[in-house]
């Protein structure tokens, strides 16, 4: 079996993954690519071929096919689209080859679909690994050589509206981080291959058992069976505090109801355990009093939905910018009134940066608290609405001068419910809150699909009827998303009520 650069990559990442992927990929791949999973992937896609513009006039070589590419190679083809090349153990898929005729080789271009971010360092690491599995494979093909580089997106970049590549992308020379990176890749390379070819899962078994769910991978749950859904990998930070987490694993305390009562734990902890032990909800009633009184009416429960578009399409867009194109809102004015829900969500293909502000003006009180979930979200969407629209300053910073982030209740641990599982998702908190209010059986059931559905609307992917339902699939799922948050404010009112009553009593 040969090991595929893609195969090596999750190798690198975990060696257990890497066989699970190719000895059981219905584990691996259980659930079917997620929307966010597919976009990621459509993204990956569109960005390559956008780059070949970099180097037009090449020829798109068939998926797998190594012998079409060698007798190109051989000829000297001038530029190659996504070559294939194979040896005896491995077999890699090139974005760009480029003949070089002052050096007499070929330069390399792998394409990226990410700007250099805050985490470049890791993703540069990555990438030197990703094309120093390419170069090897490529000389033990025979074939020359030249430069190894890195083609990706600008981070820089703003549109004027429409899409000049040259400034569109970077193109960066790896040779000097992927060279010095060839022996211990080659030897990389050979211990994947091996391992690939083992008929059982190798040993030692999973380490993930001694780190916190966030850093498990989907394999986690199969390689071990015997942790709980809810187990101690969800206790809150537990990832920070590697000792703790080893210590209960190794006891056999896997269930975060099995916790005994002295062992060690920090307070938010130690309420979480005691939520999950006693089946009832831990309240801590000062904070959220103190919270729920800085809330101001009227009050807008205000939800946004955006699409994350890695190529710019609009004037005053870079890369991966967000365009804003839904909104719901609940607004009430006394806290058992009727809300009065207002909605925008847009449709056509021209940019909906200003059709959502002038919305947004129409539908929002002058006045009083706006509610959201997870700030930053609806706060940089305001901010670079702003940035593109400087005219709409003002009232955008007004909006979100008057932001209160509903998560921070249970970001705090101000409220832990055992139905939360630790998670703060309005996906966890709902349900366990407001137990007749779903996102179960919608169409539409977070986020990413909405992005998606969206995309496909503007870009006339569906008929016109599948377009209509869509659109009101989308409007039902946003429309929950701020019903959500105004029924948890009022379950958290009912708490605090509950709590005063008893305290009273
Ligand atoms: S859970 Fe962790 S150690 Fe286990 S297979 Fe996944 S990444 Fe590897």
Redesign the pocket.
Known sequence: MKLSKTNYLVYR??A??AW?KVHKPEVYRAEPLSVFEQAIIEIGNDVDVRARQLFPGGILIRRGDAVGTAQLVAERAQILYQPVFETERYTTACDILVWNGTSGAYDLYEVKASTSGDDRKAKDDLYAHDIAFQALVLRENGVPLGRLHLVRLNGDYVSDGTLDIDRLFTREDFTDRATPLFETVASEMDAAHDLIQLAALPAPP???IY?GRS???T??AY?NPEVPDYSVHDLTRIGTSPKKLKALVNDGILAITDVPADFDLSLPQRHQVEAAQRRRPYVDLAPLEAFLSEIRYPIAFLDYETFPCALPRFAGYGPFNHVPFQFSMHVVTEPDGEPIHREFLYTDTDCPDQPFIDALKRAIPAEGSVIVWNKPFERGINAKLAERQPHEQAFLDNVNGRIIDLMDVFSAQMVVHPGFHGKTSIKWVLPALVPRLSYKGLAIQEGATASETWNKIVTGELEPAEASEAARNLLTYCGLDSLAMLEIWRALLAIVAAREIREAG
């Open positions: 990442d975990c257990h993954n699970v999973c380490t993930c780190k850093s498990q991978c394999t986690f390689i």
